[in-house]
């Protein structure tokens, strides 16, 4: 059974940081892309930052230098730092597999919300 279960959402102020995690199983981890999407309200989902199989990231030009995403492929997870927070940035976070041949995979989202 596949699951993408992400932690780590909740509430902090402007400037602040949080760490989302996902923890993968079900699956051959470390053959897929690895990603983090978020959607705010009234918005479609956007990709945030994407951790490939190879070792190579890209991030949105609206988070660069702002957030890191990260992958353990031992232990089947992938992280996103996110510090200097804008109140721009609250929206749900989805962890997300992807392969270009395989099933992709969704987790159930986690909100974060950057508000004083």
């Known amino acids: 059974q596949v699951q993408l279960v992400e932690s780590g959402g909740g509430l902090v102020q402007p400037g602040g940081s949080l760490r989302l995690s996902c923890a993968a199983s079900g699956f051959t981890f470390s053959i897929y892309d690895m990603g983090w999407y978020r959607q705010a309200p009234g918005k479609q989902r956007e990709l945030v930052a994407v951790?490939?199989?190879?070792?190579?990231?890209n991030y949105a030009d609206s988070v660069k230098g702002r957030f890191t995403i990260s992958r353990d492929n031992a232990k089947n997870t992938v992280s996103l730092q996110m510090n200097s927070l804008k109140p721009e940035d609250t929206a749900v976070y989805y962890c997300?597999?992807?392969?270009?041949?395989?099933?992709?995979?969704w987790g159930q989202g986690t909100q974060v919300t950057v508000s004083s």
């Open positions: 997300n597999a992807n392969h270009r041949v395989l099933p992709n995979y």
């Open positions: 951790s490939t199989r190879g070792g190579s990231t």
